[in-house]
């Protein structure tokens, strides 16, 4: 039996895409204001429309919250409005300014390719109350960007040796501002004490970035637990440790314990915790 082929009677015609851009600026766009919206070159119906759009409709300056799709930290800000109370105002500023520091210790990609990333290390810290020693000097540099006079543009000769955190603004450095650490070989000294902000994934960052080369580090007054010790682990060249008295522990003093075993060389000191 012969097959007879019949065409296709429901086919979609192919056509050229193509992606055109607009040559008016933003402030051209917003002086002209908006175009009326067409479909199938027809007039966009009313009743498609969000009703901020239509004619007849009342209003506001808050409109702009409803413009197109709402942030839902506005509705969220909005909707405690009737029972607001100082508390709340307190813990938003305490919230916005964590995010900004947060946001002001992240790692610069612009920063580390100006100025590579030894003498970007020491913009960074320097710039934040901490303290950087270079290799072969025993002059400790400190200050901030009024006082101090560092080169703008990549220099020779700029290897951290050392990176003192103690007195870093803030409650002291985070775990976005450790990776300012990164690629910093000749890195053998490390103090991160009372850095309220260090935890297990610190520490962790720590031993992946800095593990090789690291000899010294303090991390007493900082959260310890055995995720942290377990990282410790993971830097060989690490010499001398400082860190909180676990106490009665046993958990700690457990992973200590195989800290030890596992990291013979290793001298470990322990302090009392600051009361």
């Known amino acids: 039996m012969a097959l007879s082929l019949k065409p296709n009677r429901h086919y979609r015609p192919l056509y050229t895409i193509a992606r055109t851009y607009c040559d008016k600026s933003i402030y051209q766009r917003e002086e002209e204001g908006e175009k009326p919206r067409t479909v199938h070159g027809q007039a966009y119906a009313d009743w498609r429309k969000p009703w901020i759009k239509r004619d007849g409709e009342w ?16 509705l969220a800000a909005m909707s405690r409005i009737p029972n607001l109370n100082m508390k ?3 813990d938003w500023w305490a919230n916005m300014k ?22 970007g290390a020491v913009h960074f810290f320097t710039f934040r109350q901490a303290a950087v020693r270079l290799k072969g000097s025993p002059r400790w540099i400190k200050g901030d960007i009024t006082t101090l006079k ?13 990176v003192d955190c103690t007195d870093f603004h803030h409650n002291g450095i985070r775990y976005e501002g450790l990776q300012n650490l990164a690629n910093l070989n000749f890195l053998k000294w490390l103090c991160i004490r009372n850095s309220k902000h260090v935890d297990v994934w610190c520490i962790d960052r720590i031993a992946g970035q800095n593990g090789q080369s690291l000899e010294y580090l303090d991390m007493s007054g900082c959260k310890l637990c055995v995720g942290s010790i377990m990282a410790l682990a993971r830097m060989p060249a690490l010499k001398y440790l400082v860190l909180t008295d ?22 470990i000191k322990a302090i009392d915790p600051v009361s």
Do not use: C, H
């Not at 560092?150 to 020779?156: A, F």
């Open 59 to 74: 209003k506001s300056k808050l409109s702009v919250f409803v413009e197109k799709n709402p942030s839902p930290d506005v």
């Open 98 to 119: 964590q995010l900004q520091e947060i946001e002001n210790q992240k790692f610069l990609k612009e920063r580390v390719a100006t100025l590579g990333s030894n003498l």
């Open 150 to 162: 560092l080169p703008d543009s990549y220099e020779d000769g700029w290897l951290v040796e050392a």
């Open 246 to 267: 676990p106490g009665d522990n046993m958990t700690l003093q457990a992973a200590l314990s195989m800290l030890e075993e596992e990291k013979p060389d290793l001298l």
């Open 88 to 90: 709340m105002v307190k």
